[in-house]
T-cell receptor
Framework: GESVGLHLPTLSVQEGDNSIINCAYSNSASDYFIWYKQESGKGPQFIIDIRSNMDKRQGQRVTVLLNKTVKHLSLQIAATQPGDSAVYFCAPRQDSGYALNFGKGTSLLVTP | DTGVSQNPRHKITKRGQNVTFRCDPISEHNRLYWYRQTLGQGPEFLTYFQNEAQLEKSRLLSDRFSAERPKGSFSTLEIQRTEQGDSAMYLC??????????????FGAGSRLTVL
């Protein structure tokens, strides 16, 4: 089955710095990836997605990079703010599928 | 529309009791998903509906778990004869079924179950 792992379970950054959250996946058939953010007491919230025919996608203050060769993706958050403190999940999915496969997540803590 | 709504937000029950959770999806979404999340883990897929049809239920955790979406709108998740291991957050999500929206799940805030 799919194995989704994160390189660091927790990440602490200072406000204003850039954050990089990494994610490794095992299923080479995965062709679509979504990053979700989950704040305490809330459900996961969509941040950004990327298809496997792309290697980079940018959103507002966020950039996702995809390296299919090594089955790795990263989420970069520019100028991290206290409101970015949350658990971040990458969720690979096969395009014909319907179920997202979440890993354990990375806890991001933004300190003043 | 205020998003995906789940009720109750918290449920405490004694082992052996039955519990039911309700999910009201975004009204224009015809796909509805149930996930379970335990402490320190990511959400785990349980089941999925397109309109009233339950298209995947093999990943429900046991035969004590069942879900319905009788009219293709709201859904219920029932757990019979609850066990302490059922204690978790139960998340509902909805999405479109076509276009880019089919890939983006909107989650509710979840229903937290504590089994004593």
């Amino acid at each position: 089955g799919e194995s989704v792992g994160l390189h660091l379970p927790t990440l602490s950054v200072q406000e204003g710095d850039n954050s990089i959250i990494n994610c490794a996946y095992s299923n080479s058939a995965s062709d679509y990836f979504i990053w979700y953010k989950q704040e305490s007491g809330k459900g996961p919230q969509f941040i950004i997605d990327i298809r496997s025919n792309m290697d980079k996608r940018q959103g507002q203050r966020v950039t996702v990079l995809l390296n299919k060769t090594v089955k790795h993706l990263s989420l970069q958050i520019a100028a991290t703010q206290p409101g970015d403190s949350a658990v971040y999940f990458c969720a690979p999915r096969q395009d014909s599928g319907y179920a997202l496969n979440f890993g354990k997540g990375t806890s991001l803590l933004v300190t003043p | 529309d205020t998003g995906v709504s789940q009720n109750p937000r918290h449920k405490i029950t004694k082992r052996g009791q039955n519990v039911t959770f309700r999910c009201d999806p975004i009204s224009e979404h015809n796909r509805l998903y149930w996930y379970r999340q335990t402490l320190g883990q990511g959400p785990e897929f349980l089941t999925y509906f397109q309109n009233e049809a339950q298209l995947e239920k093999s990943r429900l955790l046991s035969d004590r778990f069942s879900a319905e979406r009788p009219k293709g709108s709201f859904s219920t998740l029932e757990i019979q004869r609850t066990e302490q291991g059922d204690s978790a957050m139960y998340l509902c999500a909805s999405s479109d079924s076509t276009g880019a929206g089919a890939n983006v799940l909107t989650f509710g805030a979840g229903s937290r179950l504590t089994v004593l």
